[in-house]
């Protein structure tokens, strides 16, 4: 069982950088793939950015070149580092956890966060 905790997210102007984290509970979380999944009002959960066990980072094409993921497994957490952030950016992001490795799909993933609303303003 792993449980996750987001903190972060907040109001912020266009343009502006915020710094999500996400803390886990357990003894096995170096054995799991992370990743960051959002979701605005009306529309489906999608993934933002994703990191393997060996770390290696994936990014939706929204998220490159502005966000970056990345993990400390001696501390069980994650974090996604946004910059330059845009008005549509503006969702509700979740931590989850993948204990079969990097997957995109959400339906895919074990164990989830409750999430940390992030609002960027124009």
């Known amino acids: 069982q792993v449980q996750l905790l987001e903190s972060g997210g907040g109001l912020v102007q266009a343009g502006g950088s915020l710094r999500l984290s996400c803390a886990a509970s357990?003894?096995?979380?170096?054995?799991?793939?992370m990743a960051w999944f959002r979701q605005a009002p009306g529309k489906q959960r999608e993934l933002v950015a994703g990191?393997?066990?060996?770390?290696?980072?994936y990014y939706a094409d929204s998220a490159k070149g502005r966000f970056t993921i990345s993990r400390d497994n001696a501390k069980n957490t994650i974090d996604l580092q946004m910059n330059s952030l845009k008005p549509e950016d503006t969702a509700n992001y979740y931590c989850?956890?993948?204990?079969?490795?990097?997957?995109?799909?959400?339906?895919?993933?074990?164990?989830w966060g409750q999430g940390t609303q992030v609002t960027v303003s124009s």
């Open positions: 989850a956890a993948n204990r079969a490795g990097y997957r995109t799909n959400s339906r895919d993933y074990d164990y």
């Open positions: 357990g003894r096995t979380f170096s054995t799991y793939a």
């Open positions: 990191i393997s066990r060996g770390g290696t980072t």
